[in-house]
């Protein structure tokens, strides 16, 4: 019984996934997307979602600072309906405000070149975004 973040982009997913148990997130991947062509990465994430016998999913929703729901926010309900839709996977809509910011910020404090952050900063706010909700589950 394991739990899915994701960190919806307009071009990267980041997953991560709980432990068995639900303590503990860990970033597994970046799934490459394009909306303008509604490729949405969903194939791959259901490989995932087989493989890790996931149970829940939860995306990062990017409110604005003042509450307030914009483009990639309204993207982020889109994309988890769609999930909901396809994979009959409760979904969870999980506050994200600059979870992406403190990735980077944790990145660049450990040294990891601008190249490398890239790679993996999606897979990163993925795992914060897990985390957090799995701290308010407990």
Known sequence: MRIMG???GSKTVG???SDALGWTAQGIETVKINEQQEDFGIARLGELIKQYEVTEI???YPKNMNNSI???AEASERFAALLEEVYSIPVVLWD???TTMAAEKMLISADVSRK???KVIDKMAAT???QGYLDFKK
Do not use: H, T, Y
Request: glycine share 10%.
């Open 70 to 72: 914009g483009p990639r």
């Open 116 to 118: 490398n952050r890239k």
């Open 96 to 98: 994200e405000r600059l």
């Open 58 to 60: 939860v995306v990062g």
């Open 6 to 8: 994701l960190d919806v």
């Open 128 to 130: 914060m975004i897990l």
């Open 15 to 17: 997953v991560a996934i």
